[in-house]
């Protein structure tokens, strides 16, 4: 198993030992490109733009497929999260079939990739099957079939779908696909390197400052680069596309199935939050993949209750043999539904990011590697307008702009202004947190099953907000703009780049009971 960004285990990232690299760091400190990030972004990023001619250096401050990579239920869709009917009104006609159009080749590459590198990763052609049940729903379903036709998907209305699940109506949609993310990942990081290509594991960025060149500095020395890609998700730091990526947590589970019914191709329902299925043979064993149950991170107080909602969903459907696996991952959902692609704002020279994929982040992970190869090898695209990290779009996601952003202002105000009486020291339970106030200091507290306490600041070291705890992953997360933390206060998650804070207890809490 490799480590992850949380307390419980992937499917995917159960099924692989560490990926270890071909080559030791050489003496090498200068690049043409360095890409931060060790997921399927950076490393297909890195992977096109090495074959081009570009010496590329890829920093992964973990290991690869740590974060959202290996916790993904990797649908490889161009049915997107949102909707071509939203895509259309917040932007064009023609956006919608750019959009379509960039993650079909998205697809594409994904496909070439595997057949030329001979690749097991379980890939498989598929359908998908968009269903309503309830009667407005069937109003909806109209629209995104009429705007996601317009915008050149093939799709049709059918009398049946793969799940035992009541309908009213439903779409079937082609040209779908799915895969094992994790192994798909390590087949290209082996060509990136067989190309040339080096890969820094547990290497964490420190600074990176952008001069004529990019100086980046590490906890293993300091590199040099013509560009740097922040493909980590969400940009380290301080920056405006903080207040346009609103974090989400999504939950899976893994299931065997007593009748072994596994049903084939990709379905989603149609309520808000929506549950997905789809099936995925990992070593010999089939096993059925459900997610749903979204919510903002750091806004649910009870994160354990989403795994047993979606549990119930998937019991009352299917005859469950085995929960094997269940884990949650994050996503940044963009204000105006498309992601960011291109020139970090506020360095519109030689430093490039690819954010805000919301929940289709295995296709547009290709679109952003795609994209970034053209602009770095200055060619033409016009996704480069669409996807420009520094647009401004005054309607399209005005509204969820607004919400989140004061939903952070207040969180970042009740840091201050808590209306709690918060008990001097908090009765904790083995494998239990708080946050308690001991004289006029606040504790994130954690006490492990054999009883050692651990004491953090909770204030987030991305702007200060006050971190909640997430029971189900046991990580301190930030409500404001999805950092995350380990229970003992170490950085899992951007767009912090700084640990808590440790607490020394024995002092605070000295005669107190």
């Known amino acids: 198993m490799i480590n992850r960004d949380g307390f419980n285990k992937s499917l995917w990232q159960d099924s692989v030992p560490e990926y270890i690299p071909s080559k030791v760091k050489s003496g090498i400190n200068k690049y043409d490109v360095i890409i931060v990030g060790g997921g399927i972004t950076g490393i297909s990023t890195a992977l096109l733009l090495q074959e081009a001619g570009k010496q590329c250096l890829v920093l992964e401050s973990n290991n690869l497929c740590f974060g959202t990579t290996g916790g993904t239920t990797a649908h490889l869709n161009t049915l997107l999260d949102t909707s071509y009917t939203i895509i259309k009104s917040n932007f064009n006609k023609e956006a919608a079939r750019q959009v379509a159009d960039a993650t079909a080749e998205a697809i594409q590459l994904i496909r070439q990739n595997i057949s030329r590198f ?13 269903f309503a049940q309830e009667e407005k729903q069937q109003e909806e379903l109209e629209e995104i079939r009429a705007a996601s036709e317009e915008a050149g998907l093939r799709l049709k209305y059918v009398q049946e779908i793969p799940l035992p699940i009541p309908f009213l109506k439903a779409l079937k949609i082609y040209g779908q696909a799915k895969f094992n993310p994790v192994e798909y990942v390590y087949g290209i990081a082996a060509a990136f390197e067989k190309a040339g290509g080096v890969i820094l594991q ?14 980046v500095e590490t906890n293993n020395g300091t590199f040099t680069a013509d560009q740097l890609i922040y493909a980590t998700h969400i940009p380290p730091g301080v920056n405006v596309l903080h207040l346009r990526c609103i974090p989400y947590r999504s939950y899976a589970m893994a299931v065997t199935l007593e009748d072994e019914a596994y049903p084939l191709g990709l379905s989603y329902d149609m309520y808000d939050p929506y549950f997905y299925y789809r099936t995925q043979e990992v070593n010999g064993q089939p096993y059925l993949i459900a997610g749903g149950k979204d919510h903002k991170t750091g806004h649910e107080e009870n994160a354990e209750q989403c ?31 498309l992601p960011y692609i291109g020139h970090l704002p506020g360095h519109p020279g030689n430093i490039y990011v690819a954010t805000g994929f919301g929940g289709n982040g295995m296709v547009y992970s290709s679109v952003a590697a795609l994209l970034l190869k053209r602009m770095i090898l200055a060619l033409p695209s016009p996704l480069e307008e669409l996807f420009d990290p520094n647009r401004i779009k005054p309607i399209a996601g005005f509204g969820n702009f607004i919400s989140h952003n004061s939903d952070v202002i207040k969180q970042f105000f009740s840091k201050f202004f808590t209306g709690e009486k918060l008990s001097v020291l908090a009765d904790l339970a083995p494998g239990e947190a708080s946050i308690v106030k001991v ?7 954690y006490k492990e099953p054999n009883g050692c306490l651990h004491a953090i600041d909770p204030v987030c070291t991305h ?14 997360d930030c409500p404001c703009h999805g950092a995350r933390y380990s229970y003992d206060g170490k950085v899992l998650t951007g767009p912090a780049d700084k640990d808590l804070e440790i607490i020394e207890l024995p002092e605070l809490i000295k005669g107190k009971s």
Do not use: M
Request: proline residues 1%; charged residues 30%.
């Open 118 to 130: 001979q690749l097991e990763c379980g890939f498989a052609e598929t359908e998908a099957f968009l």
């Open 202 to 215: 547990h290497c964490r960025v420190i600074t990176a400052d952008e001069t004529e060149t990019v100086n």
């Open 307 to 337: 795994f047993l909602q979606l549990e119930a969903q998937v019991r009352k459907y299917f005859k469950v043999r085995e929960i094997a696996y269940r884990w949650s991952s994050q996503y940044f959902e963009p204000a105006d539904g």
């Open 439 to 445: 004289e006029d200091h606040k504790i994130a507290l």
């Open 463 to 476: 702007l200060k907000c006050e971190v909640k705890w997430n029971s189900a992953e046991r990580s301190w």
